[in-house]
């Protein structure tokens, strides 16, 4: 079970002067959830737009291996829907949802790249178009049955409160079967109970086997949930270990946690 | 704001009006004969119309923070309009089918000529409407550039008619589809431009189009045109002018009725949400797994498509293309359609062509004043009504609530 | 060789009122990221405007010099006043709208100008009076370069001079290059960001007025639809240059005005304006940032 299936090494990324990324080293495993954790702008979003190919990185290499596969294939380089492909799926910290298309459709837009009905199809609407269709609507409902926002399916997506509007980010990344979740900060404008709740939900979904890489402020989930934290400053990575290990090293006292640790 | 106030801030703008119109209003001078001409009534025309567009501008304005203010959060989708609402009801939808297709079917036989035509015109620009709605209504790509496609349609009839005798129902696909590959070859290098790039880059390009027709004269036979193309043929038999236009007539109602199917079919799609989402998110869409690039280009194509049929029809209906009717104006024009009508919406655009094409038609006073009115509909839709005039609905979707299913 | 020099001064000339208009879109650009489409309207506005005034002036006997200096002054002040209404009217409400509806809220503004020009006025061409007359000391070199090539440059070098001048050194100059860079910061520091995006519309028209004086004056007729076609071009040299680039936008137009020159004066006549429609296309597929202007990765 611990064989990396993502493996990052040297990765930079370079903003006309500014350097986002310095060299980061990261790994995850099969089965993990890993947190990625540091300061404001320490380059954690930077470094999921990397990842998922929205950004070109400068230097360093990408490498994915699919659960089961003994095989690695490089990201770097490829465009975001490949990597989605790949099995790869992200939430965006400033949420980006399809505000003019209901919920439910905002999850079926997630089965696009699982699914292959194309101009034809559409046109006659054939028995596999049809069956192809009646699952897509099926699998994203009990998605949003998953996420708890099934009641909701026909609401437009802007309508929805802070937190579901979240929950419903992190259905549509579901929808496209990835091995690996990248959440940015989903738990950022929660209240106490959205946060409980949406504790309970990462980790159901890790235990359906999905490996999770979080990006979040909030100490407190991200020490209940974590397997390991890496954490980030300036673009480096200045630490790495398990939750216990993070909370008494002294470098990441410094850098970042200070007294939010005791929390 | 008070009612007082409103009526002070109406006659500054009429006074600012009247200035800034005073030259080109006002004054109308013969460089000639060195005669000048003061039309100081215009001022007050100038005054009036300031000063009722403001009022009516206010009121619009005050009833819109109004209904914003006045909504709750419970606010799902948004208020179908009548039309949908009608649509809806399928006892009421199947009777206004009835009495549509009455009132469709029969209008040749009450009409004269000159009416069919005008309504021939009006069902081509539903369909161009239609077309260009797909790219610029569900897939967020602003086609300045639409018109070059007709013409693509346009003069592939024309040409294939005139050096090889080609007849209309051959040359229909050839002309679509030469279309949709200018529209692909266009459409591969340009379409991962910014949206205002996209749209600047296809009005150039239309406006190449057209400056080729118009000087490459050993292909085009250059802005004279090229005349005496066929009209359509029914299995062989040469129609009366009249005959043909009713042909034609029939024709075009047969070409809205495939177009609204397809394109209602293609908006119900796995193709027509990833339109839609790409429309409204194109980095979101791209990490869900979109390809963007071949999508949109797609919706490139098959706008185009539409309009190269359309062209071919064009070609026939008037036997005669020449480079003029190619114009920037024209892709405004159709833009406008799809605006007016609300971008995305189906009911919406042939309410839009039906609209614009025809009430100039009819209010023959108004004619004159068309293109000045389509520019101000333009300004007006997007200040006071962006979502157009019957405003497109999501479709819902109903499923059984199970409990159990779980992912994949 | 003497052709060559005249295809250059022709090219330069050319682009120098290219510039003029070209600083328009850019600076509007540089400042609230819309393509000014009615532009070019400002333009055929000032030049019909110019053409009125001047008109009356002359029949009413004024001397050559007063008739070009108030055709000139009455050109500036109705086009700034149109720019500037148009701003209000159709983009400042838009401020927040999704990017396309501002640009198609500026395509309407053209069309509408064009039309109520052609409605109020004609849709001939109206033969535009002289206002700059022959030089006798430009008599040697006449046959290369005109007199009103020379009084084009010039005047173009001397607004230029200005603007550098407004936007480098004045307090609205420095507020304009904050807004352009960013506009919420610039809000936050006390800068009125309505106020400047106006004045910025009123900059852009007065320039484009100008070179309407100028260019048909040196052309010598005009019509409703001479703004559709410069406005394009000098779109095209803006973007050529690095949109948002004051620069970069007399630079482009330099380079268009010489492209266009040479291409006409060696290649073809016929094909003067697919130049610069096909260099539009080009640049935009190769090159989107331009000459002058910087690619960025937009934040995500
Ligand atoms: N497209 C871009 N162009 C220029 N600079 C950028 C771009 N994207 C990110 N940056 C810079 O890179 C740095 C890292 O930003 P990033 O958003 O990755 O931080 P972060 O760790 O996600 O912070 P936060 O916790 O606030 O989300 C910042 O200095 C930011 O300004
Ligand atoms: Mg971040």
Not at chain 2, 112 to 141: D, E, F, K, P
Not at chain 2, 248 to 253: A, D, E, V
């Amino acid at each position: 079970m611990n064989s990396p299936i993502l493996k990052i090494s040297g990765l930079t990324m370079d903003f006309g002067g500014i350097r986002a990324l310095n060299r980061l080293e990261l790994d995850v495993n099969a089965g993990e959830i890993v947190a990625l954790i540091g300061p404001n702008g320490a380059g954690k979003t930077t470094f999921f737009n990397c990842l998922t190919g929205i950004y070109k990185p400068t230097a360093g290499e990408i490498m994915l291996t699919p659960p089961g596969s003994s095989k690695s294939i490089s990201l770097k380089g490829l465009k975001p829907n490949h990597v989605t492909e790949k099995g790869l799926a992200r939430t965006f910290q400033n949420i980006r949802l399809f505000s003019q298309m209901t919920v439910l459709e905002n999850v079926m837009i997630g089965r696009h790249c699982r699914t292959k009905a194309f101009i034809l199809g559409a046109i006659f609407r054939n028995a596999a178009t049809r069956k192809e269709e009646k699952q897509i609507v099926e699998s994203s409902a009990a998605i949003l049955e998953k996420v708890g926002l099934a009641d909701q399916a026909n609401e437009f997506a802007k309508n929805l409160s802070y937190g579901a509007q979240r929950r419903l980010e992190i259905a549509r990344a579901l929808a496209t079967e990835p091995f690996l979740l990248l959440l940015d900060e989903p738990a950022a404008g929660m209240n106490p109970q959205e946060t409980h709740e949406l504790d309970r939900l990462i980790r159901e979904i890790s235990k359906d086997g999905q490996s999770i890489l979080l990006i979040e402020h909030d100490m407190k989930l991200v020490m209940s949930l974590s397997d390991r934290i890496f954490v980030m400053d300036y673009g480096k990575k200045i630490a790495q270990g398990k939750p216990s290990e993070i909370r008494a090293n002294p470098a990441v006292i410094k850098a970042y946690l200070g007294e939010d640790v005791d929390a | 704001m008070s009612g007082l106030k409103v009526i002070k801030k109406a006659l500054l703008t009429s006074l600012w009006f009247v200035f800034l119109t005073f030259p080109i209003m006002v004054i109308k001078v013969d460089p000639v004969e060195r005669i000048i001409r003061w039309r100081w009534q215009n001022s007050l025309y100038v005054a009036l119309g300031t000063f009722c567009v403001y009022l009516l501008a206010q009121f619009i304005l005050q009833r819109k923070i109004k209904k914003l203010e006045s909504q709750t959060e419970q606010d799902s989708l948004p208020k179908e309009s009548v039309i949908h609402r009608i649509l809806a009801n399928p006892k009421q939808r199947n009777l206004l089918i009835v009495a549509l297709s009455a009132v469709i079917l029969a209008f040749p036989l009450f009409s004269s000529s000159y009416q069919t035509n005008v309504m021939i015109t009006a069902l081509m620009y539903v369909v161009l409407g239609l077309g260009l709605n797909i790219v610029v209504g569900m897939a967020g790509l602003l086609d300045l550039g639409y018109v070059a496609f007709y013409a693509v349609g346009a003069y592939s009839y024309a040409l294939l008619n005139h050096h090889f005798q080609l007849g209309f129902w051959a040359v229909l696909p050839i002309g679509g589809g030469l279309a949709a590959l200018f529209g692909i070859l266009l459409g591969f290098p340009v379409l991962r431009l910014r949206g205002d790039y996209l749209a600047i880059v296809t009005l150039g390009f239309g406006e190449i189009i057209r400056l080729i027709l118009e000087n490459w004269s050993e292909f085009s036979k250059g802005p004279s045109g090229i005349s005496n193309i066929s009209r359509p043929g029914l299995f062989g038999i040469e129609l009366s002018l009249d005959s043909a236009i009713i042909y034609l007539y029939y024709l075009m109602i047969l070409f809205v009725i495939v177009t609204i199917f397809i394109v209602n079919r293609l908006q119900d799609s796995r193709l027509g949400r990833a339109w839609i989402a790409l429309r409204e998110d194109e980095i979101a869409c791209q990490a869900m797994g979109i390809d963007k690039r071949k999508t949109k280009l797609v919706a490139f194509s098959l706008g185009a498509f539409w309009a190269g049929i359309i062209g071919v029809v064009f070609a026939a209906k008037t036997t005669f293309v020449n480079p003029a009717s190619f114009t920037f104006l024209e892709s405004a024009i159709i833009l406008s359609i799809v605006v007016l009508g609300g971008m995305g919406s189906i009911v919406g655009v042939i309410f839009g062509a039906m609209i614009l094409i025809l009430l100039p038609e009819y209010l023959r006073a108004l004619s004159e004043y068309r293109m000045l009115a389509f520019g101000a509909i333009l300004v007006a839709m997007m200040v006071f009504r962006p979502q157009g005039l019957i405003s497109n609905i999501r479709r819902t979707y109903r499923f059984e609530k199970t409990h159990s299913l779980n992912v994949k | 060789m003497d052709y060559f020099i005249e295809l250059f001064f022709s090219g330069i000339t050319r682009g120098a009122i290219y510039a003029l208009i070209a600083l328009g879109y850019t600076m509007v650009y540089g400042i609230i990221g819309l393509i000014n489409f009615a532009h070019g309207e400002i333009y055929m506005i000032g030049a019909f405007t110019s053409f009125i005034v001047a008109t009356v002036l002359s029949i009413y006997g004024f001397p050559l010099l007063a008739i070009v200096l108030l055709s000139g002054v009455a050109a500036v002040i109705w086009s700034s006043a149109y720019g500037y209404t148009v701003e209000k009217i159709a983009y400042k409400p838009l401020r927040h709208a999704p990017r396309l509806s501002p640009l198609i809220s500026a395509i309407g503004m053209s069309i509408f100008l064009q039309n109520y020009v052609l409605l109020a006025q004609t849709s001939d061409f109206l033969p535009f009076p002289e206002l700059i007359p022959d030089f006798p000391f430009m008599e040697p070199v006449a046959h290369i370069v005109g007199s009103s090539d020379l009084i084009i440059l010039i005047t173009t070098a001397i607004i230029m001079l200005i603007l550098t001048f407004i936007i480098k050194f004045t307090r609205v100059g420095k507020a304009m290059r904050a807004t352009a860079q960013d506009r919420t910061m610039a809000m936050l520091v006390g800068i009125n960001v309505n106020q400047i995006i106006s004045v910025t519309f009123i900059i852009g028209s007065a320039l484009a007025a100008i070179g309407g004086l100028l260019i048909a004056s040196h052309i010598g007729q005009i019509n409703f639809y001479i703004g559709f076609l410069a406005g394009i071009k000098a779109f095209t040299a803006a973007v050529l240059g690095g949109i948002g680039s004051i620069p970069g936008a007399v630079l482009g137009s330099l380079v268009l005005g010489l492209t266009e020159s040479f291409a006409t004066g060696y290649v073809s006549s016929d094909y003067e304006d697919v130049f610069a429609f096909s260099l539009l296309v080009l640049i935009l597929i190769f090159k989107p940032s331009g000459l002058l202007g910087k690619a960025e990765t937009k934040k995500v």
